[in-house]
């Protein structure tokens, strides 16, 4: 596959900064693909979906303060919660936005994260949808686990210990085989939702990972293991054996937690890393200085540094899939690569895209980056830069 070309358009039209970006593809269409829609939610509560080559709003909600969305691109569903009447309202994407139910949460209470999770097997139905409730000493937090087709009463619940420290969109960290994580400052919880069961009682993790200082930042490698960042160290730790260990000792139904104090293996690093994220079994970090680093965390090795350029700022957020790798940074660049063809897990820097008009003083540069098999999004301020490839695909003989 290669790009033919680009088209550069910016979605305009919050007032306030944006915190959640979506993207949603349309998967009933195969023959007429079309870069994914667009969905925002700014911190004024209001929320936007955009067609993003016309660069222009196709449905808004403004009522009511919507504090978190999360939507599934196999069902065509949007989830929105409102910290007004403590509900979450289903919509269905494909019948003009229709409303299709409104689930039940904790009354008084407003969810700060959702997000939606297919499970291949489970007691559970699939799709399930979590909701987290973040909460102070002595109250408890807990996360909210709807069947958003079926009851709209939850599932499950699990139990999460009041929350302290910085609270982020992203709370909500969940593995492709279906592990659960949240941070809690020094203290990282794991539940197993494909071993969890519809009942009343809270669900207490299922393990639990303990680091030396406050987490920072996380990421899941290779499904079963987890990787976390604090000062200078990463440590890689090996959950899904500890579930595993205390899933045989359930009793019950009830779960003993699991403590881990011991990572699987810890890398000590020169740098205070500023995002992280894995591909193709690989860790790649950001600093501040700029600088996107590719490290083996099976030793600790650093393979590949990619230094200034591409970027000059701090880097802000890394997105990556099975092709391609992109990073942005505050100096409103968003920097392309792209795995090497001869199985060395190798990247190879592409090209970069500005910010061209949102790069000017009202914003902070670019704080994430999205990409999909078309487009790339780079988000700032209460701006949104869509960059629209036209790609070739490589012909079969």
């Known amino acids: 596959m290669s790009v033919l070309s680009a088209q550069v358009r910016t979605l305009r039209g919050h007032e306030a900064p944006i915190t959640t970006v979506l993207t949603v593809s349309d ?41 978190a969305i999360a939507a599934d691109h196999l069902t065509s569903q949007l989830a929105s919660s409102c910290s007004t009447n403590a509900t979450v309202d289903i919509w269905n994407l494909n019948n003009n936005f229709s409303l299709q139910k409104t689930l039940c949460s904790v009354p008084g209470k407003a969810i700060i994260s959702l997000k939606y999770k297919h499970l291949a097997m489970s007691s559970l139905p699939t799709p399930i949808l979590m909701g987290y409730i973040a909460a102070t000493h002595p109250q408890l937090s807990s996360i909210q686990i709807w069947d958003p087709n079926g009851d709209v009463k939850p599932l499950v619940q699990l139990e999460v210990p009041p929350y302290s420290g910085m609270l982020s969109k992203d709370i909500l960290q969940v593995s492709r085989n279906g592990l659960l994580a949240i941070i809690n400052t020094d203290t990282i919880l794991v539940w197993n939702l494909g071993i969890l069961t519809p009942q009343e009682s809270p669900v207490p993790p299922h393990t639990t990972v303990h680091g030396d200082s406050t987490v920072t930042i996380t990421c899941w490698l290779h499904d079963n293991c987890l990787a976390t960042h604090c000062t200078q160290q990463i440590d890689i730790w090996d959950v899904n054996t500890a579930i595993s260990a205390t899933h045989k000792r359930a009793f019950q139904f009830q779960y003993r ?20 994220c894995s591909s193709n079994q690989l860790l790649l970090a950001g600093d501040p200085n700029g600088n996107v680093h590719i ?13 200034k ?8 957020n890394i997105c990556a ?5 992109m990073s942005c940074s505050k100096d409103f660049s968003i920097r392309v690569y792209r795995w090497t063809q001869d199985n060395t ?18 914003h902070d540069g670019f704080w994430k980056v999205l990409c999909t098999q ?3 999004l780079g988000i700032c301020g209460n701006q949104i830069k869509v960059y629209t490839f036209a790609v070739k695909l490589a012909e079969t003989v």
């Not at 083996?296 to 650093?302: A, I």
């Open 321 to 325: 899939d099975g092709e391609r790798v």
């Open 345 to 362: 897990n190798k990247l190879e820097s592409l090209y970069t895209l500005l910010g061209g008009s949102v790069a000017h003083k009202k």
């Open 257 to 276: 937690e699991s403590n881990m104090y011991t990572p699987l293996r810890s890398i000590h690093t020169s740098q205070i890393f500023t995002c992280l």
């Open 309 to 316: 350029p591409p970027h000059v700022s701090m880097v802000t």
């Open 27 to 67: 998967v009933t269409d195969w023959d007429n693909p079309r870069p994914p829609m667009v969905i925002s939610l700014c911190n004024d509560g209001k929320v936007k979906c955009w067609d993003p080559l016309e660069a222009k709003v196709l449905w808004s909600r403004d009522e009511g303060v919507v504090t």
């Open 295 to 307: 490290l083996d965390p099976t030793n600790g090795n650093c393979l590949q540094v990619f230094s």
């Open 374 to 376: 078309s487009s790339c």
